[in-house]
């Protein structure tokens, strides 16, 4: 059963600090790339996998999960739902702790292969968003700005 809960994300987020992102872009409007920028500042370790780059947010890329040379936390998919099965299969083969798959990615037979391996699963959801809810930064268009609050105000004496 994938992680949903908050105390599980959480945890995860807390313990795990290597994330391998496989399927990040050099492109700088791309979700993964604004995901893994996001991560970096907030002190992650990110590793790119794609055999298109070898560079990529100054980090070195990586054709595949296998051919990184340090050990991985967390399995971060940007991938369509039917490429999972063979990076669920090199996950495991890396000792991976858990397997992340991005919004809309969702592979149910996948995520239970995972889970049957010992990973922990966190299926449709976004890790930069999971981080901003659960340890602050939600700060986009309006959300944490102090502008709409559950305080109630201070009478004005006029």
């Not at 970096?40 to 890329?61: K, M, S, T, W």
């Not at 296998?66 to 669920?88: N, S, T, Y």
Request: proline share 7%; aromatic share 8%; net charge neutral.
């Amino acid at each position: 059963m994938p992680v949903e809960d908050i105390e599980g994300i959480r945890r995860i987020l807390n313990r795990y600090k290597t994330i391998a992102m496989v399927g990040l872009s050099a492109n700088w409007y791309r979700p993964s790339h604004f995901a893994a920028k996001y991560m970096l500042d907030h002190g992650y370790r990110v590793i790119p996998v794609n055999p298109a780059y070898e560079e990529v947010l100054g980090q070195r890329c990586y054709p595949s999960l296998r051919d990184i040379p340090e050990p991985v936390d967390i399995v971060d998919v940007f991938r369509r739902p039917e490429d999972v099965p063979p990076i669920v299969e090199d996950a495991i083969a890396i000792g991976a702790k858990v397997l992340w798959l991005q919004i809309g990615v969702i592979n149910h037979e996948a995520a239970a292969r995972a889970e049957a391996a010992g990973l922990e699963v966190v299926m449709d959801r976004c890790v930069k968003i999971e981080y901003a809810r659960l340890f602050g930064g939600l700060n986009f268009v309006g959300v944490n700005t102090k502008v709409i609050s559950s305080k109630r105000p201070r009478l004005q004496v006029y």
